[in-house]
Nanobody, 128 residues
Framework: QVQLVESGGGLVQAGGSLRLSCAASGITLKDYTVGWFRQAPGKEREGVSCISSDDGTTDGITSYEDSVKGRFTISRDNAKNTAYLQMDSLKPEDTAVYYC?????????????????WGKGTLVTVSS
């Protein structure tokens, strides 16, 4: 059974940092595109960042939504079967529930409709 468990969310002041983790079980993370998505109160879920699979052809290519470029960094640790989202210079508008998801296609882009597996999310609240 595939499980994705996000952790690392919490309350932080504007300008602060958090690192979100996405621990996978029942699946080999490196074979999948990993995406981080977020849903702010009253808004639709949106893509934040994606990283391609590590299959020898698309090793760790990343993409970011414009509003987080230069502030967020996506990565993975294949030995730990875990993906991360390092979030720096946080802003109140980053407040949302953050979800990780996997897509079997392996490329560096990801869309909500294409993801195969989802975690339950972790809440990030950024105070001003």
């Amino acid at each position: 059974q595939v499980q994705l468990v996000e952790s690392g969310g919490g309350l932080v002041q504007a300008g602060g940092s958090l690192r979100l983790s996405c621990a996978a079980s029942g699946i080999t993370l490196k074979d999948y595109t990993v995406g981080w998505f977020r849903q702010a109160p009253g808004k639709e879920r949106e893509g934040v960042s994606c990283i391609s699979s590590d299959d020898g052809t698309t090793d760790g290519i990343t993409s970011y939504e414009d509003s987080v470029k230069g502030r967020f960094t996506i990565s993975r640790d294949n030995a730990k079967n875990t993906a991360y989202l390092q979030m720096d210079s946080l802003k109140p508008e980053d407040t949302a529930v953050y979800y990780c998801a996997l897509d079997s296609w392996g490329g560096a882009s990801c869309s909500e409709g294409g993801m195969d597996y989802w975690g339950k999310g972790t809440l990030v609240t950024v105070s001003s």
